[in-house]
């Protein structure tokens, strides 16, 4: 599978979705089935924006800013929009049972998605702040192939650490363990974020045969990554290179969605 040159100009056509009091724009690009691409922080960077039209090319992709309601995306900056985050009704950053109202957000956008593409389902990546929100979304029968990229929250701070925590509650949990429902999840093996006991969690839940587990070896990360330590596969990590690991890794994560939501596939 050939992608084409990459470009990291924000998609063109944007709408306003709202649900309850939440509302927040959603960027859309691509035709066939859709999918849901959740950012990670520091937000709509650059590497998200190349993914993004990487996967507009096979996909309906619909990108909502989960910072913003602005016709434009919110602006990347770390520090400004990881103390909005902390602060935040939406996302409850810290919890281990409870991911916050966004999520409830993120189920409807996925349904409408759904109901105006139709098809055997909808796909969802979360990666970071959002890796677990994929996990959540795997709940609704419209949700055939979820995808979580180095799921990070609940976040762990010192003296409390929480590194297999899912942010699902009890009741949640039973009904993902009861599911059906393969989960593709990706890592890097030495990231600091995402650790081997958030993995564990998941596959202790869902079990091996639904598990689709892709674990990075740190030396195929991005040599120029903004980033301290490896952690952001698909985006900041990646390396543009027909032959680099974390390429292959999004070649996987395309076959993983067309297989559940192409009829053909």
Avoid: Y
Avoid at 123 to 128: A, N, S
Avoid at 166 to 193: H, P, T, Y
């Amino acid at each position: 599978m050939q992608l084409d040159q990459a470009r990291t100009d924000p998609f063109k056509h944007r709408m306003l979705f709202k649900h309850g009091a939440i509302s927040h724009s959603v960027f859309v690009s691509g035709s066939g089935p859709g999918v849901i691409l959740m950012h990670e922080l520091p937000g709509m960077t650059p590497e998200f924006w190349r993914l993004a039209n990487w996967l507009s090319e096979h996909f309906t992709v619909w990108a909502p800013d989960l910072f913003g309601k602005e016709e434009t995306p919110t602006k990347p900056d770390r520090r400004k929009l990881l103390f909005r985050v902390c602060i935040s009704r939406e996302i409850h950053l810290f919890s281990t049972n409870d991911p916050g109202p966004i999520t409830q957000w993120l189920r409807a956008l996925s349904r409408k998605l759904h109901d105006q593409i139709g098809g055997s389902g909808v796909g969802v990546i979360g990666m970071c702040m959002t890796g677990n929100f994929s996990l959540t979304l795997a709940l609704d029968p419209w949700v055939t192939a979820p995808v979580t990229s180095q799921p990070a929250l609940p976040a762990s701070i010192p003296f409390r650490r929480v590194d297999g925590a899912l942010q699902l509650s009890e009741g949640d949990r039973a009904l993902l363990a009861e599911k059906d429902i393969d989960i593709m999840a990706l890592r890097f093996q030495g990231d600091a974020l995402c650790t081997a006991a958030r993995f564990a969690a998941i596959r202790k839940l869902v079990g091996d045969r639904r598990f689709h587990s892709h674990v990075v070896d740190d030396r195929h990360r991005a040599p120029n990554s903004p980033l301290k330590f490896p952690h952001s596969v698909l985006t900041a990590d990646l390396v543009d290179e027909d032959n680099s690991e974390t390429k292959k890794k999004l070649i996987e994560v395309i076959k993983f969605l067309s297989a559940r939501l192409l009829p053909s596939a």
